[in-house]
């Protein structure tokens, strides 16, 4: 009977609901071929599984040695503006990875500004005469992904690094190591579950992408699932190759959770002390601000400039009455998502807060899953869920701004989640008991007690999950009303009609809107 109680019974039924739609994906793993489905495996099934793996490995190499070597530099060093990097380095999770890979394909393609400045630099008229690695690649797809998607892995290892008790790199120094045996025999093996963890995040991220990989050409899972879907009009072969990519992403979580266990690298606590950083000066000082300027400039600043110049060629042209509702539509999706996420997330953490039973647990830890499944999947999935809805009570939610919210809360509810985890870890367990022994009701103890002190969590999730859903592609476009469109939509239609230029106007706003929320959530960061 400890099990059914309001908040249990709810937990329960909205995991349920929000399990369906992935659910219904797996199950067509099972399904008979179609004619399509041997055609997919005769033609292009292999070249997606390739292209998929080739775009995981890479990013997994690229997004490492960039995310964790500047983590390492920003947490045992001190520079001339290492202060900035701090917020610096993250600035790129701002940007959309789509709208980069658009930035970069007019700079290095082979008619782009850069590409032709350089062959006049050199004298030469055409590409084929001087090596120039074409952008518009598998190769190019990875180096955009990797310049954005790093900050998964800067953030997590920087996290695990200042946690870490300066006396096991005392110890280092005493037995005789120096800074390159302690960085390789210590540093390293001690954050290899940060550096996992972050590296597993950014890929998952590669490997759902729909936006690069259209662009530039390249066939994968995702840009399969549109093909299938909308090209032979096939949902149950969509949702096939839905259910594979989806094992692929199953996959790699337990791998990551396989190379966890037992993993207990952290000091106890009692001879805790903060990392001293190194003051760096001279040659080792000029190094130091050039690997972290080097992230920040590919990955932000160069993309930004780029954008702005292509803005103010083109803003006169896009920016009417129409943009303003596309705005005010998107701001309402970010805002209302956000908000419902954010309830939602609260009810399930708060419930294994207060019952603290495997069952509540487990449904928490279920929900989170739901990061793991591409947009592209959720959106597939959501549509199998809500044909079946509309068949059944003769009604129409399919292509509704409530399939549309509901999407987002089965792709980023882990997100929100994770913040009150984290947030609750520090609110001490006495608090609860104090309430409990002065009969406190459980309403009272929730607004007088919790709300205020978990209120940062709260505002956190609310910043994350917004930027999330600004962001949102592929599961926006599939899930959307018709005559509805985001500004992310919008800035991908434009560049599909060849119009990159006019696309910038609707992809500022993002970067803008991603930026200030990044920046908001850096400041929050530092104050906690």
Not at 95 to 122: E, K, N, Q
């Amino acid at each position: 009977m400890k099990y059914f109680n309001k908040l249990t019974i709810s937990s329960v039924f909205l995991t349920l609901l929000i399990s369906i739609p992935a659910l219904l994906i797996l199950v067509n793993i099972f399904a008979p071929e179609t004619e399509n489905w041997q055609h997919l495996k005769d033609t292009v099934l292999l070249e997606y599984v390739f292209n998929s793996l080739y775009i995981m490995v890479g990013v997994a190499f690229l997004t490492t040695i960039i995310g964790f070597s500047t983590a390492y530099i920003t947490t045992m060093y001190s520079f001339t503006f290492s202060s900035f990097y701090h917020y610096a380095l993250i600035l790129p999770f701002a940007i959309p990875t789509y709208i980069v890979s658009y930035v970069y394909a007019g700079m290095f393609d082979m008619t782009g500004s850069i590409t032709l400045f350089i062959l006049d630099l050199m004298g030469k008229e055409n590409v084929s005469e001087v090596f120039f690695m074409d952008i518009m690649s598998i190769e190019g797809a990875i180096i955009v992904m990797s310049l954005v998607l790093y900050p998964y892995v800067y953030l997590i290892c920087k996290t695990y690094l200042i946690s870490e008790s300066s006396s096991i790199i005392d110890a280092s120094r005493t037995m005789g190591l120096n800074s390159w045996q302690i960085f390789t025999r210590v540093i390293i093996p001690i954050s290899r579950p940060a550096i996992v963890a972050g590296t597993i995040l950014a890929v998952m991220e590669a490997v759902s992408d729909f936006g690069v990989v259209d662009y530039y050409g390249v066939s994968t899972f995702v840009t399969g699932i549109f093909r299938t879907w909308q090209g032979m009009g096939s949902l149950e072969d969509a949702s096939k190759l839905a259910s594979m990519l989806m094992m692929f992403i199953f996959i790699l979580i337990l791998l990551e959770r396989f190379q966890r266990r037992n993993k207990r690298y952290r000091s106890s606590g009692k001879d805790f002390a903060p990392i001293s950083k190194i003051k760096l000066t001279g040659r080792k000082n000029v190094l130091a601000n050039i690997l972290c300027f080097l992230p920040v400039f590919f990955g932000f600043i160069l993309p930004f400039v780029q954008m702005s110049y292509w803005f103010i060629l083109s803003y006169e042209d896009v920016i009417d009455e129409d943009f303003i509702t596309l705005l005010l539509q998107t701001l309402g999706l970010g805002v209302g998502g956000s908000i419902l996420i954010t309830i939602l997330a609260f009810i399930f953490v708060y419930t294994v807060r207060i019952h603290k039973n495997k069952l509540s647990d487990t449904l928490t830890q279920t929900v989170k899953l739901g990061y793991s499944i591409p947009g592209a999947v959720v959106a597939v999935g959501v549509l199998s869920f809500f044909s079946i809805i509309d068949r059944t009570l003769d009604i129409f939610i399919t292509g509704s701004i409530l399939a549309i919210l509901f999407g987002y809360c089965v792709r980023f509810l882990a997100i929100s989640i994770n913040n009150y985890e984290s947030g609750f870890l520090k609110v001490p367990q006495s608090y609860d008991d104090a309430c409990k022994t002065m009969n406190i009701s459980e309403f009272t103890k929730l607004t007088k007690v919790v709300i205020p002190l978990i209120k940062n969590s709260a505002m956190a999730s609310f910043i994350v999950v917004f930027i999330e859903i600004i962001k949102e592609l592929p599961l926006t476009m599939i899930l959307r009303p018709f005559n509805f469109d985001t500004l992310a939509v919008y800035s991908h239609e434009l560049v599909g009609q060849a119009e990159v230029f006019e696309s910038s106007v609707p992809a500022m706003f993002i970067v803008l809107l991603g930026t200030i929320s990044v920046l908001l959530l850096a400041r929050k960061m530092i104050k906690d």
